[in-house]
C-alpha cells in the first residue's frame, strides 16, 4: 500500500464497525497503514531519526491440529519501526481468530504462516514467536526501573499535547536516567476508545524539568492517535525541546482485544530493547 493511499482508507478499516467474524484462515483482514503520513505531521519526511520496534504480545491465539482439536498459544511479534507499514490493531485480532478453524501440521507451520503474513502486510521483517499454553510459557510481572514522577504536585489543565511544556536545565550537569509515568493515555485515531500506558523515557544529557515533562506526559489524554504515532510524536517533542545527547522512548500499553503493543524509539541502532516482561496493567 502506497503511502499516499493510506488516510483516505482509514474510513475502510475494520475499526469502529461491525466486522463479520471468521473462523477460516484469512489473511486479506490484516490492514496495513502507511507510516509516513503521521511522520509527515512530525517533520520527518526521509529516514526517521530513531530505531525501535512495535512489540506486540497476544494472548488469544489458537488454531486445530491435524486430528482437529484445538490447540492454544501466546504469541509475540516484533514489528521494526523501519517497517513502510503498521498494522491496524483490530484487523490483526480479526486475522488471528481466522486461524480459529484451520488445521496446522505444528506450531512452527502456524510460527512462519504468521511472520509471512504480516511482513508482507509491514513491508519488513516480523519476528514471531509462539508459545504453546501446554509448555506452561512464564511469563514475569515487573515494573521499567526509574524515577517515578507521577507524585509531582503540579496543575494541569491542558489535555492535548503541548510540547511546550518540556524543557532541560541547561546550566545543570549531565545526568543518565530514567523517568517513568503510569499517567499517558491517549484515544484510538478511530473509535476515540481509550489506550492506557505506563512511559519510561531512558535519556542521557541536561535535566529534563520532570513537572513540565508529567504535565507533557498528561496533556495526551484527549489525543487521538494510534499507539506507535503517539511515541514518535513524544520521541521528537523531547529531542527538540530538551536536547538530549542520547534518548529512548518505550511505552507499554494495556491490553486489548487480546493484544499489548508495546513501542519502543531510540536514537541508537544498538540501543538495547526493553525485555518483554508485564506491566502490572497488562
Not at 477460516?24 to 496495513?32: D, G, K, N, S
Not at 506486540?56 to 484445538?70: C, F
Not at 505444528?106 to 512462519?112: L, N, T
Not at 504536585?153 to 536545565?169: C, E, H, K, N, S
Request: aromatic share 8%.
Amino acid at each position: 500500500m502506497p503511502a499516499s493511499d493510506s488516510a483516505p482508507l482509514l474510513a475502510t478499516s475494520p475499526l469502529g464497525r461491525t466486522v463479520e467474524y471468521s473462523s477460516r484462515y484469512a489473511p486479506e483482514l490484516l490492514f496495513p497503514i502507511a507510516r509516513a503520513p503521521k511522520r509527515a505531521e512530525l517533520g520527518i519526511v526521509r529516514n526517521p531519526p530513531f530505531y525501535g520496534l512495535d512489540l506486540w504480545n497476544a494472548y488469544e491465539l489458537s488454531w486445530l491440529n491435524p486430528r482437529g482439536k484445538p490447540v492454544v498459544a501466546i504469541g509475540s511479534f516484533h514489528v521494526p519501526a523501519c517497517s513502510p507499514r503498521l498494522v491496524e490493531s483490530k484487523s490483526l485480532k480479526l486475522y488471528l481468530n481466522s486461524l480459529n478453524g484451520s488445521r496446522f501440521g505444528s506450531p512452527e507451520d502456524v510460527r512462519q504462516r504468521i511472520a509471512a503474513d504480516l511482513t508482507a502486510a509491514a513491508g519488513a521483517r516480523v519476528g514471531v514467536t509462539v508459545e504453546l499454553l501446554s509448555g506452561r510459557p512464564q511469563r514475569r510481572l515487573g515494573e521499567i526501573r526509574g524515577e517515578l514522577i507521577d507524585d509531582i504536585d503540579v496543575d494541569i489543565d491542558t489535555y492535548l499535547p503541548q510540547p511546550d511544556f518540556l524543557g532541560a536545565d541547561t546550566a545543570a550537569a549531565m545526568v543518565d536516567e530514567t523517568l517513568v509515568s503510569h499517567l499517558l493515555k491517549s484515544n484510538c485515531l478511530i473509535t476515540g476508545q481509550p489506550d492506557w500506558a505506563t512511559l519510561a523515557v531512558r535519556y542521557r544529557g541536561r535535566p529534563i524539568d520532570r513537572a513540565g515533562l508529567l504535565r507533557y506526559v498528561v496533556s495526551f489524554r484527549d489525543h487521538d492517535e494510534f499507539h506507535e504515532q503517539c511515541v514518535e510524536r513524544i520521541f521528537m517533542d523531547i529531542r527538540r525541546r530538551c536536547r538530549p545527547e542520547s534518548l529512548a522512548v518505550w511505552a507499554r500499553y494495556t491490553r486489548r482485544g487480546g493484544i499489548d503493543i508495546n513501542p519502543f524509539r531510540a536514537d541508537a541502532e544498538d540501543a538495547s530493547p526493553p525485555e518483554n516482561f508485564g506491566d502490572i496493567r497488562q
